[in-house]
């Protein structure tokens, strides 16, 4: 079996199958974690929006936009 040179001196190996196999549904898992916020912040601005206008903050202040112009 052939050893990548820095393995002896990290003294890293071979991830078990097992191991390989928990890999991906926990990733799926840290991948679903951090999309929460955003979606919770696209919801957010989706039901700010009204239709035809687009709510667009300035200074401080939120300004409307007509989409039709």
Known sequence: MVRPPLQSVFGTA???LW???LMIPLAVIV???DELPQMG???SKRSATVKGHESVPVGGQVMSLRADS
Request: aromatic fraction near 8%.
């Open 41 to 43: 912040a696209s919801d």
């Open 14 to 16: 071979v991830p078990e």
């Open 19 to 21: 191991l390989l196999a």
């Open 31 to 33: 991948w679903g974690c």
